[in-house]
């Protein structure tokens, strides 16, 4: 299987991050996993010189400081080449409504409730990037 080149987790909860990360590298889907623990840090590397471009971003909706939907209202404002290189996916624990509702006018690819799992993490690879893990990993 052909491996994303960039994973940018953005959650701020520390131990969902590492099971994410170490999910990510036991299913062999990258080799680079960057974290970031708010909006605000996850904005600063896609701004930065040269700016960090992930192929897979995924974003907690609910987080302290800016959270997914204000990061997501902020990268809106990012050169559209750039955007078109990301496919974001949102992480939620809360499935509700008002969330829900907020979420069909803004440029993401796709949303999952948490955990991830390999199921979650397969059905995401085939529907955006075209991949499939290999059985039995």
Do not use: W
């Not at 600063?44 to 997501?72: A, H, K, R, S, W």
């Not at 290189?85 to 440029?107: F, G, H």
């Not at 993490?121 to 529907?127: A, H, K, N, P, V």
């Amino acid at each position: 299987m052909n491996k994303l080149p960039h994973i940018l987790l953005v959650d701020d909860d520390d131990t969902t991050n590492f099971l994410n990360e170490l999910l990510f590298k036991k299913l062999n889907v990258t080799d680079h996993v960057r974290t970031a623990y708010t909006g605000e840090e996850a904005l600063q590397l896609l701004t930065q010189d040269p700016p960090y471009e992930p192929t897979l971003l995924m974003l907690d909706v609910n987080m302290p400081g800016m959270g997914g939907i204000e990061f997501l209202n902020a990268y809106q404002r990012l050169p559209q080449a750039q955007q078109d290189a990301t496919v974001i996916v949102m992480l939620t624990t809360s499935m509700d409504a008002r969330d829900l509702a907020r979420l069909n006018d803004l440029p993401i690819a796709g949303l999952i409730s948490k955990p991830l799992n390999r199921e979650k993490i397969e059905t995401l690879l085939q529907l955006h990037f075209q991949l499939q893990l290999p059985s039995g990993e």
